[in-house]
């Protein structure tokens, strides 16, 4: 699942069974252009910062595509480099 703030998501863990459940509502399963469905659980409101640095992505800076490289680290330098761009702003 991808993070959408605006998503209406439960995320509980049950210490006894070591089982996590996950609950979902409103603007959790969104058609994506290829007609296929995405599933998106809110993190919770976190700064531009706490997203970077927590979980690895900024919003917005997914427009870097694999399609447009030919080598792993030509893209990941991409992206990072998008990431700190926006990151700075």
């Known amino acids: ?9 439960n995320i509980e863990f049950n210490p006894v069974t070591g089982e996590f459940t996950l609950g979902i509502g ?3 399963q969104i058609e994506e252009g290829d007609g ?3 599933l998106y659980i ?4 976190k700064s531009d910062r706490e997203l ?3 979980y690895g992505f900024l919003p917005g800076a997914e ?3 694999v ?3 030919d080598d792993e680290d030509t893209l990941r330098d991409t992206q990072r480099k998008r990431m700190a761009e926006i990151f700075v702003q």
């Open 67 to 69: 399609e447009d490289f």
């Open 52 to 54: 970077l640095l927590n």
């Open 26 to 28: 409103r603007n959790c």
């Open 36 to 38: 296929q469905t995405q």
């Open 42 to 45: 809110s993190y919770g409101p």
């Open 63 to 65: 427009g870097v595509k």
């Open 1 to 9: 699942a991808n993070h959408l703030e605006e998503a209406e998501s």
